[in-house]
């Protein structure tokens, strides 16, 4: 391949973060950054992002594209600290104005988190080609998992997130608003029809005791083996699996923290009279 990839693990929410570039000019993007939130306490630290800012450093890599397959509900984006770090424009779906929509009256957050997405600075449409040095890069529109999800199509490897998981852990959850288990399912499928010998490069992994993190995969071996969504599965039978897995899933610990800075591309929001920062949880009483 004309790129090289290096993937760091976040071991505390299962977070696979690439660093990719092209080894002729040394142009590189990260691909779903991770930032260490404490919720308990409130606390920010930089462990995950600064290890992908040393590896950038240290391999003398210009970065030019900070990538979010999607807006992340258990992890809280890295992007605008790397950006501030060493520069690149972060880019996302154009369909992240959708879930703008929904989260930002529901959050009551309108006053420091614009509904246009331009806290963004690249609105990706389905089917752009980018260029990485002397690669390119193709953005695939994957939906179902939430409506902004896309994939990351870079020489013979594609970038997923949340769309597909490792063939003994399935796929995404479809239970978020505006997710769809029947659009995730024509989602896969077009995974599926790229060549079987592609790498698909998950957004996350939780191994069961026994295997280690693993990262990536081949389309040949999803389309074999994947437990729920492997050849022969028909959309009605993805659809109906998927529901049972997901019927009463509790919500992700970090949901309501990632979702605030992650809908701000990585800012914190604005300060408030006191000087601090707040993340929302709204309540739900009886």
């Given at each position: 391949m004309q790129i090289e990839i290096k993937t760091f693990f976040d071991n505390e929410t299962g977070t696979m973060t690439y660093v990719v570039y092209d080894k002729s000019t040394k142009k590189a993007v990260v691909i779903d950054s991770v930032l260490n939130f404490d919720i308990s306490s409130g606390s920010v630290e930089y462990r995950s992002a600064n290890l992908v800012i040393d590896y950038i450093i240290s391999n003398k890599l210009e970065l030019e594209w900070i990538f979010e397959t999607h807006i992340h509900a258990d992890h809280i984006t890295a992007s605008d600290y790397i950006k501030n770090k060493l520069g690149g424009k972060i880019a996302i779906g154009e369909n992240i104005i959708e879930v703008l929509d929904y989260w930002v009256p529901l959050l009551n957050i309108s006053q420091d988190t614009s509904i246009d997405g331009s806290q963004f600075d690249m609105l990706l449409k389905d089917g752009d080609v980018l260029s990485l040095g002397a690669s390119t890069i193709k953005v695939i529109f994957t939906p179902g998992h939430t409506p902004a999800c896309v994939s990351y199509l870079i020489d013979s490897a594609i970038f997923v997130g949340d769309t597909i998981f490792m063939p003994d852990i399935g796929t995404a959850r479809t239970d978020f608003p505006g997710a769809s288990s029947a659009i995730l399912y024509q989602s896969i499928h077009k995974l599926f029809a790229l060549d079987d010998n592609v790498q698909?490069?998950?957004?996350?992994?939780?191994?069961?005791?026994?295997?280690?993190?693993?990262?990536?995969?081949?389309?040949?071996?999803?389309k074999n083996h994947n437990i729920l969504v492997h050849q022969g599965i028909t959309q009605m039978e993805y659809v109906e699996s998927r529901t049972k897995r997901d019927y009463k899933k509790p919500v992700p610990k970090l949901l309501y923290p990632s979702l605030q800075v992650n809908l701000r591309a990585g800012k914190f929001g604005n300060l408030e009279s006191n000087g601090a920062r707040y993340i929302k949880i709204p309540l739900h009483l009886p």
């Open positions: 698909i490069f998950v957004g996350h992994d939780y191994p069961p005791v026994g295997r280690e993190p693993e990262s990536h995969v081949t389309v040949g071996a999803q």
